[in-house]
T-cell receptor, first 119, second 110 residues
Framework: GAGVSQSPSNKVTEKGKDVELRCDPI?????LYWYRQSLGQGLEFLIY????????KSGLPSDRFSAERTGGSVSTLTIQRTQQEDSAVYLC?????????????????FGPGTRLTVL | LAKTTQPISMDSYEGQEVNITCSHNNIATNDYITWYQQFPSQGPRFIIQGYKTKVTNEVASLFIPADRKSSTLSLPRVSLSDTAVYYC???????????FGTGTRLQVFP
């Protein structure tokens, strides 16, 4: 079956422009996660959705970042007024619903990422 | 917020056992520990998950001591294809955040 897909695979933009990154999760996965990975660095958690709801948005780096998810499926990560430090690979992952406090959470399946370059 | 730390890099030879340790001093009662593998230009891939003691699957074992402040991923007999970056992840169930470790770059030599 299809895995997590992300688009575009590569995005080059000029400083100050807005960009929108898209994630299509695996069908049936209600949990969706966004991460950022700068060159040669580890994974920085940004936000996660359970259905259409994001319980905690404090992981977003600044107020220029926003994310939404509609219909419990596709999610978009929007970066307004991009800066050079926003250049990174943005990874999306999805999983089956988390089982709640005290239970193991489910395996995340990652997409290939969107490589964003801000000139 | 919990912080996880791992060795930056490790070297090994084919056929050897590799143990990678992650420390997570502030892990909470409900948090699970998961390990992921990442190859260049790809998203991470799940390896194994555990809560306490020992978990084993077809590719790895995970050892978690009683105090759960660390965990050790054990790869029994590595091959060249195991060259990758390995991350531990603590799922902070009480904060809706997920904290990946700093990653350990494993290089396997022939």
């Amino acid at each position: 079956g299809a895995g997590v897909s992300q688009s575009p695979s590569n995005k080059v933009t000029e400083k100050g422009k807005d960009v929108e990154l898209r994630c299509d999760p695996i069908s049936g996965h209600t949990a969706l996660y966004w991460y950022r990975q700068s060159l040669g660095q580890g994974l920085e958690f940004l936000i996660y959705f359970q259905g259409n709801s994001a319980p905690d948005k404090s992981g977003l780096p600044s107020d220029r970042f926003s994310a939404e998810r509609t219909g419990g499926s596709v999610s978009t990560l929007t970066i307004q007024r991009t800066q050079q430090e926003d250049s990174a690979v943005y990874l999306c992952a999805s999983s089956f619903p988390t089982s709640g406090s005290g239970s193991s959470y489910n395996e995340q399946f990652f997409g290939p990422g969107t490589r964003l370059t801000v000139l | 917020l919990a912080k996880t730390t791992q060795p930056i890099s490790m070297d090994s030879y084919e056929g050897q056992e590799v143990n990678i340790t992650c420390s997570h001093n502030n892990i909470a009662t409900n948090d699970y520990i998961t390990w992921y593998q990442q190859f260049p230009s790809q998203g991470p891939r799940f390896i194994i998950q555990g809560y306490k003691t020992k978990v084993t699957n077809e590719v790895a074992s995970l050892f978690i001591p009683a105090d759960r402040k660390s965990s050790t991923l054990s790869l029994p007999r590595v091959s060249l294809s195991d060259t990758a970056v390995y991350y531990c992840l603590v799922d902070l169930r009480n904060t809706d955040k997920l904290i990946f470790g700093t990653g350990t770059r494993l290089q396997v030599f022939p």
